[in-house]
């Protein structure tokens, strides 16, 4: 191994927002950090780029600065298009969230968090591809090694060794390190894919995100084609915006269709007034994965914990992973603080075996529900009764926003608010 071993009291494998929220609470709770990310900032990442009220608390609590001349765009609330019914839903402020959305790239958005914990005292190390854990004489893991990757992304040659007596997983859905320490995904869960890309709009500074519930094209005849999936427009106010779509494999079209050629033909179809197109395309359509309801479990063992997309918590309602991520490294870093300050090393087991408990009793039921929820609308029937019937219904589309973006307010509230809650903690996690 090259050069001297680097030691401290965490270390984060992952830069992303799971990763970078738990770096900073950690080095906030006087603790040496390490953060270590494979790829070199700015780098980008596939996602929609749309954050809800339950994202902006998060960054709110983390001391991000959201300021609109920071860079961040501000959305009302979500734009429902489906059935032939168009519908503006607000985003519902209560003393638990704002009334406000976000929308910023990954590609700064991850930047700017993993620069917020360095600032905090975090030691970030780009360019640092994690390969493997380090094992006690226990079998728990106590540190990791690393190849050192170059600006162009090539490996230098060069390896690194960093010890720690805890390691917290943030490296994304393939998660290398949760394989090498046998943890694969579990089969019961639902998963999603998406891919997205970017266009030039004069739509790019819209007060709303827009969720396209049917994909329609024109056919060979000049028929209407409804295709397999469900669509995103995500303004993002710099003259741009994320176009994508998504589907869940519990659909029957998962895996039968070429995600990318629904994209293009959808956008192709779209007013010509919108200015969308491959003239405008901004950079090659991307897909990714979408684990989702703890698909990766224990979220610890063997002094391994889990963050984000690593521990599959990304929201079955409505693909959002972010809130989740910083939420997870915020309970995290609380625990893994209180772990290290115990005297003895049973003490400190303890502790963190507790946290999947807290994530859980957090997010467990919800899952579960959404689990649920995933394999009703991947049945065509159903989903189709629930755009003719369901759609027109404001009040009703008010409550399932709440619901499918998790924004129920946490003490008291309005009914509505309290049978969320009381469902969610109803239902046994899993």
């Known amino acids: 191994m090259d050069g001297q071993v680097e030691t401290a009291d965490v270390i984060v494998v992952g830069a992303g927002p799971g990763g970078s929220a738990t770096a900073a609470y950690l080095a906030g709770h006087g603790l040496e950090v390490l953060l270590l990310e494979k790829a070199s900032f700015p780098r980008d990442k596939v996602c929609g780029d749309g954050l809800t009220p339950r994202a902006v608390r998060e960054l709110i609590s983390l001391g991000v600065s959201i300021r609109e001349e920071d860079g961040w765009h501000r959305t009302k609330g979500l734009r429902i298009l489906g059935g032939g019914v168009r519908m503006e839903l607000d985003w519902p402020g209560s003393e638990t969230y704002p009334a406000y959305g976000l929308v910023r790239t990954r590609m ?16 970030l190390h780009e360019g640092m591809n994690v390969q493997a854990p380090v094992l006690d004489d226990r079998g728990h893991i106590c540190g990791v090694t690393a190849k050192v990757m170059g600006p162009d992304g090539r490996a230098t040659g060069e390896k690194r060794e960093f010890r720690a007596p805890v390691v917290v997983a943030a490296d994304g859905n393939s998660s290398r390190l949760s394989l090498s320490m046998d943890r694969p995904k579990r089969d019961d869960r639902p998963m999603g894919v998406a891919v997205r890309t970017y266009y030039r709009t004069p739509r790019h500074d819209d007060e709303y995100i827009e ?6 094209t024109k056919g060979d005849q000049g028929e209407d084609v409804l295709m397999p999936g469900y669509g995103w427009m995500f303004p993002l106010g710099d003259g741009t915006a994320n176009v994508g779509l998504g589907i869940l494999d519990t659909s029957e079209a998962f895996g039968t269709f070429d995600y990318r050629d629904v994209l293009r033909r959808w956008v192709a179809g779209m007013p010509e ?6 003239e405008t395309q901004l950079g090659p359509v991307r897909g990714a994965a979408l684990p989702m ?8 063992e063997r002094g391994l914990l889990l963050v984000g997309d690593a521990g599959g918590m990304v929201n079955p ?7 989740e991520a910083m939420e997870a490294g915020r309970r995290s870093a609380e625990i893994v603080a209180s772990a290290l300050a115990r005297p003895t090393p049973g003490e400190r087991e303890a502790v963190l075996r507790s946290y999947p408990a807290v994530m859980k009793d957090s997010l467990g039921g919800y899952y579960t529900l959404g689990r649920h929820f995933a ?17 027109p219904r404001k009040a009703l589309m008010r409550l399932l926003l709440k619901i499918m973006a998790n924004l129920p307010q946490e003490r008291g509230g309005r ?6 809650n009381a469902l969610t903690r109803m239902t046994p996690a899993a």
């Not at 969720?211 to 329609?216: A, D, R, T, V």
């Not at 309801?293 to 610890?300: D, G, M, S, V």
């Not at 309602?317 to 809130?323: K, Y």
Request: charged share 25%.
């Open 273 to 278: 007034e919108w200015g969308m197109g491959e």
């Open 415 to 420: 009914l509505d608010d309290r049978v969320i």
């Open 317 to 323: 309602f409505n693909g959002e992973g972010i809130a």
């Open 375 to 391: 394999t009703l609308i991947g049945k065509p029937e159903v989903m189709r009764l629930a755009v003719k019937y369901g759609l």
């Open 211 to 216: 969720s396209h519930l049917e994909l329609w």
């Open 293 to 300: 309801c703890f698909n990766r479990q224990p979220l610890y």
């Open 108 to 123: 700064d958005l991850d930047q700017t968090l993993a620069r917020h914990a360095a600032s905090r005292g975090a030691r």
